[in-house]
Every structure is written in C-alpha cells, then in structure tokens.
C-alpha cells in the first residue's frame, strides 16, 4: 500500500513538473531588463512618494511609459539623468516645485459648529463642508501632516500647516488629502501664471486690485522688516512698483476692511517705501526667469501694458521685442504724467531693471509705418501683443477749435515730457476735469501761468483723483464748474483771443451715474485766454491698423474705437495677436494696463506652449459679496498715516521737483500694523474671538 502511494506520488510529480515544462515555453514572459537598472538608479528608499509602490513599482511605471524620467521625488536632476539614459531619454531641467498654503485664517475662522468627529479634516469636510465659517479655508486638523511622508509639514501656531521648503519634496500627497484645495504644487511660472480665482484666499483689496497684487503678503513681510520678501511680492504681479507707489488712485483702499473701523490702510504707501528702499539702496533684487524657450514675441508699445507683458514673458523664458515709437520706453508714463508726480530718473531706473532681464529694444519706430503685422511674421515672431495706449485726443466740436493756441492735453503733457518750451502765453484755461486736465494745469502753474479748469459738472462729478484735485487747488488753480465751450474766439490772424462758455445745470443722471449737464439758455460769457488746452478724453489711434495697400484690418474694433479681444485671455480674432490697456479698455489705470500686460503674456505663454488657453472656470472677475460686510468688529482705532510731502507749497509750484514723499520706516511700522491680514472672512482682531463669540451669545440669551 505505502509503495503503491509513493509510486502515484511520484507520477504526478513527474506529471505537474511535465506540464509546468511545457507551460514555461508556452507562457514564458521575460521581464525587460531596464526595469531593474531603472530601480538600481532609484534611490531605494521605497518612500511612496511617487505614487506607486516603492521604487520596483516607480521602476515599472517608467518602462511602461506610465511615468517620465523625474518620476523620483526625492532623487533630483541626478536621479532623473541616470533614468533618462536608461530609457534613451532627453531631460529637460524643470523649475523646482514646492507645496503652497493660500489660506491665511486658521484660528481666526470663526466655528459654525462643535465639532467632534473623526480628527481627520476630510471626515469634518463631509458635515456641511466643516466646522469653519469660511468656505473655502484650511480646517486645521492636520490631516496634510499625518499624509506627508517626508515630514515636511508640521501645523503651526496659527492652526495653519506650515510647509518646509527643503523638506518638501513636492509629491502632492498633501494636495490630494486636502478636501479644501488651501494646499497646491506650484513653480515660480505657475505663480506668474496663476489667475485669481473665488476660491483663493482673497481678502477684498486683492479682489480689487487690477494687478492682483497679494497685498496682504507685501504688507506683513514688510511690517517683519522684510523689504526684499515684500519687493519680491509685488514683482510677481507688477514689475512697476516705483511708478505705481506714485501714481497709482488705490482702487485696494476703496474696499479696505479697515475703511470700516476709521480708514484704509495706506496700501500704496507701504508700495512706495520699499520700492524706494530697494532704489535708494540700488539693490536690484535678483528676478529669476525661467529657462529659455527660444520663443520669439513681438510686444508693440514701451508703455505700461507692454513693459508689463515684456517682464512677464521674459521671465517665462520667451524672448519678446518691445517696438516703441518714442524716443524711450514708458509711453505716458514718460510722456504724460508729469516730473511732479513722477520723476524720470525713478522712472528710467525701474524700466532698466526690466530691460536687463534680458529684453531687445527698438525705439523710433510705428507699426504701419516703419512694420506692419507681415513683417512680424516674416522676422519670426511667434506672436504679438498691442499695447500702444490711447494717445489720440477728444475734441470739442465747437467753432475754431483747431485755431493756433488750442492745444490738446497729451500733445502738450508729451510736448514737456520731450523737454520742449511750449509757448502757452500767460492765460490758460484748461478743458476738462480728469487727470489729464488736471496735470495739465499743474504743469501750466509751474510755467508761470495763470490757470483757470473749466469743468461742465461740479467738483463732485470730476473723474480726476481727488488728492490731485486738492492740489491743484493748493497751488493756485481756479475752477469755474458748471460751464462748458461754446466757440473759440480768434483774432483777424487766426490766434485764440477768447473763449465762449455758457453756464449749466445738472439736470438726470446719464449712462455714467452722474447727472447730465443741460445749458442755460443766454448765459454766454466769453473769457480771455492765451491757451486753451483741451483734455475731454482720449482714445487708441488706430490709423496704425491700415496701410496703405490694403483698406481691411484683420482685427475686430469695438463701437469706442478699441481693438475687440477676449476679456479673460485678451486674444483677438486673429490667434496669434493679443491686446491690452488702453488700446484695449480705453483710457484705464496704470495698474489696470499692467494687470493686462500679465494677462496677455500668460495667454501667450499657453498659446505657444501647448496651443490652448485655459481659463479657470470659476476666476474672480468680480468683487465677492460675502466678503464685503461693513461690521468690522473687535479691531481699535488707529490713524492712518500722513503722506509727507518734499516741498512746501508756496515753493513747489515753481518747480517740478517730487511733491510726495515716502514714509519713514518708523512710520512704515506704523502703518503696516494697522493691516487687519484679511482673508475671504477672517481678519485681525484686537479683542480675541472667542469673547467676541461668547458677546454674542449672551446678547441671543438676553
């Protein structure tokens, strides 16, 4: 019996070991080779970083092309060229990547609920989307902590994480554990590249801002003492910080939460001091750029829009050409805002600064003069972005308006911009009551004349900024409201002796909202003048657009006589040409034409690197509303700063030495301490929350 068992045993020994022969001629699957020398070239430490199990996983992903060459998070270019040879691939050095946190509200989020579940932040998400009133900030539970495997995270005192940069290794575990999307990879391009979006920690003078400026940012690094972080800040936005802490209205203040308590904080000021700080101390930050593309891009106009939308493609890696047709970059900066406002040193410096990034320059030459759009294309540029301004000037429509000594507003701002002596006479009367009118009577002032405004609304409707209103007033200016030109008065040789004006009331409020001027009949008076400058408004030249073999542009213009392109990536009918500022909006903001020149540069960026534009589907396009509440409360008063001015007033209006100052920096300390740091909801309170919440309790009980 047991000899019997043996021998059946051994038979189908034999048998399976007969079959298992055969099945491994049939079945034999060879393992290719290169996976082991790939997992050889990994670093072995089976982290699980890269998303798959351990460094034979990682090793069979890239043999299988379900993975590159860089699929190792923790091993580097090094790692990635050893890879890249193995597979007989081309590495390509990638900018580093690093976890970011946009939430800035941690303990300051006031709680809906008690909470006491799972300590895991993607359980708490899942009753009523969490604990905290904000719906879009970090929980706080850590749950990006416990899934990081490099140790890279750990939660601050805030209840915020905190990243550590040489410790992240970028593997985006944290980003996918995150149910709040407040955590996400990002590279210096993708930061420049980055759109605003309603979910984004969005405090309401970033929402604002045309630039997209993280105000907030620049503010608390400046307030640390860290000039060079804030500087740094601002750059990712706008290269021209030196002009805007000068010249720009501060839309931001508008919406500052701290208006609500005794007044905004002096957002622009703060801009203005380390923007100095960095000039005085003629630093020049170093602007890292991408690496280079060998992308060609033809940037049609040196002003705002198109020194902004050069800087930007410049540090992606692209290489653009700015055309302008004056003698120097800067466009009306250089050529309209005035020495007072802006001196041109300041201006010269910041525009080298951009120009030094690696930017080609040809001045002194007008597109459909000197090029036409053909000519781009045929000297290899990829691209092309019209950014010449709105330099054409408005006109009266009334008689004799084109007599010597009528003169428009830009015409003259440019004529004195060039160092010219316009000989304007002694009596001036300005036309108009926007900045344009208004520096044009500053100017006239500082030539020794006597300046009247004649504006057909009141001073409440004037369009200009009031702080220039005021100083117009301050130095000397007279206003006549409520008139408006009727007829240019000449004398037998032509030259302007006076000007008609009638007297009007406000009557509706027009398309704009202000009320619509209507004449009083026989209240013509005519007042003598040497010059009258007319500033009503500017628009784009578009003569450019048609040359002198074709009567058909290619591009699309609107009803105001603006180029037509697409609001969210400023591409026109034609793909390869993009517009922006004023050619684009018609006469806008300084920051507004530099908000486009990025807009425009990261439309062009997409356009040549992978054909289409994404826009996000739910970009910030407008104000939030449930982030604009008035009750701001628990914060204390605290004054806003005064701006100081250089020159007295009885001295600055015999000459165009800078008017305004800078803080000093124990000023600067001051005043960046009365930012609240907003968030969507959150912001600084000086009595702390939770009496605030238990207040409010009792208030309900009783």
């Not at 909470?115 to 749950?143: F, I, M, N, S, V």
């Amino acid at each position: 019996m047991i000899t019997s068992s043996v021998l059946v045993l051994i038979g189908l020994g034999l048998l399976a070991s007969t079959i298992l022969a055969v099945a491994s001629k049939v079945l034999y699957v060879k393992e290719d080779p290169r996976i082991a020398k790939v997992e050889d070239a990994l670093p072995g430490a089976n982290c699980g970083g890269c998303g798959y199990a351990g460094c034979a996983g990682a090793a069979q992903a890239v043999v299988e092309g379900k993975s590159g060459a860089n699929v190792c998070v923790i091993g580097g270019t090094e790692t990635a060229k050893k890879v890249a040879e193995i597979m007989g691939l081309e590495v390509l050095e990638m900018e580093p990547e690093l976890a970011f946190r946009d939430c800035t509200g941690g303990e300051r989020a006031e709680p809906l609920y008690h909470y006491e579940g799972a300590g895991d932040c993607r359980a708490q998400a899942l009753l009523h989307g969490g604990q905290k009133t904000c719906p879009e900030g970090c929980l706080g539970l850590g749950t990006c902590v416990a899934v990081c495997p490099f140790d890279a995270i750990h939660m601050g005192p805030e209840g915020l994480p905190i990243v550590d940069p040489l410790a992240c290794r970028a593997c985006r575990k944290c980003v996918e554990a995150c149910p709040r999307d407040v955590l996400s990879i990002v590279s210096m391009s993708e930061k420049l590249l980055h759109m605003e979006e309603v979910n984004d920690c969005l405090a309401p003078c970033r929402q604002r801002c045309p630039g997209q400026i993280n105000i907030p940012k620049y503010i608390e690094l400046a307030g640390e003492g860290d000039y060079a972080g804030a500087v740094n800040t601002i750059r990712e936005r706008n290269p021209l910080l030196l002009v805007c802490g000068r010249v720009c209205p501060r839309p931001c203040e508008e919406v500052c939460r701290r208006g609500h308590v005794e007044a905004p904080v002096g957002i622009n000021m703060i801009k203005r001091f380390v923007a100095d700080w960095e000039m005085k101390n003629n630093m020049r930050l170093p602007i890292p750029c991408a690496n280079d593309t060998g992308h060609k891009i033809a940037v049609v106009g040196g002003g705002p829009a198109g020194l902004s939308c050069a800087y930007f493609l410049r540090r992606l890696g692209h290489n653009p050409t700015i055309f302008e047709a004056m003698p120097k970059l800067g466009g009306q900066l250089r050529y309209g805002i005035p020495e007072y406002r802006l001196p041109k040193k300041d201006l010269d410096w910041e525009i080298q600064g951009i120009i030094d990034l690696g930017i080609e320059v040809r001045t002194e030459v007008k597109l459909g003069i000197d090029f036409d759009m053909d000519q781009l294309q045929q000297e290899g540029f990829e691209a092309c972005f019209l950014g010449m301004g709105a330099w054409a000037s408005g006109v009266m429509r009334i008689e004799n308006e084109d007599a010597h000594g009528v003169v428009a507003g830009t015409e003259f701002l440019t004529a004195v911009g060039l160092n010219e002596d316009p000989d304007i006479g002694k009596k001036v009367i300005v036309v108009g009551g926007g900045n344009t009118a208004i520096d044009a009577a500053r100017t006239s002032v500082r030539l020794g004349c006597d300046v009247t405004i004649l504006y057909r609304r009141t001073r409440n409707e004037m369009p200009a900024n009031p702080e220039e209103i005021e100083g117009a007033a301050e130095e000397g200016v007279k206003f006549e409201f409520l008139s408006s030109p009727t007829k240019v008065i000449v004398d037998d040789e032509g030259c302007v002796t006076h000007l008609e004006c009638v007297k009007m009331e406000l009557g509706e409020p027009d398309a704009s909202g202000r009320r619509r001027p209507v004449p009083i009949e026989g209240s013509e008076q005519p007042y003598p003048v040497d010059t009258i400058i007319t500033a009503i408004g500017q628009k784009p030249d578009l003569s450019c657009f048609y040359s002198q073999d074709a009567d058909q542009c290619p591009l699309d213009f609107t009803k105001w006589k603006t180029v037509a392109a697409s609001p969210d990536t400023l591409q026109t009918i034609v793909p390869h040409v993009f517009a922006g500022g004023d050619i684009y909006t018609g006469p806008d903001l300084v920051i507004s034409a530099v908000g486009a020149g990025r807009r425009a540069a990261r439309s062009i960026h997409y356009k040549l690197t992978r054909e289409d534009i994404p826009v996000p589907r739910n970009a910030a396009r407008e104000l939030i509303p449930y982030t604009l509440f008035t009750d701001v409360d628990g914060v204390k008063h605290k004054e806003r700063s005064k701006m100081p001015h250089l020159v007295t007033d009885n001295v600055r209006v015999s000459t165009f030495k800078e008017v305004e100052g800078a803080l000093t920096e124990e000023e600067l300390k001051y005043e960046t301490s009365r930012c609240l740091r907003c968030g969507l909801i959150c912001y600084d309170r000086d009595i702390p929350l939770e009496d605030i919440v238990t207040a409010r309790a009792g208030e309900k009980v009783e």
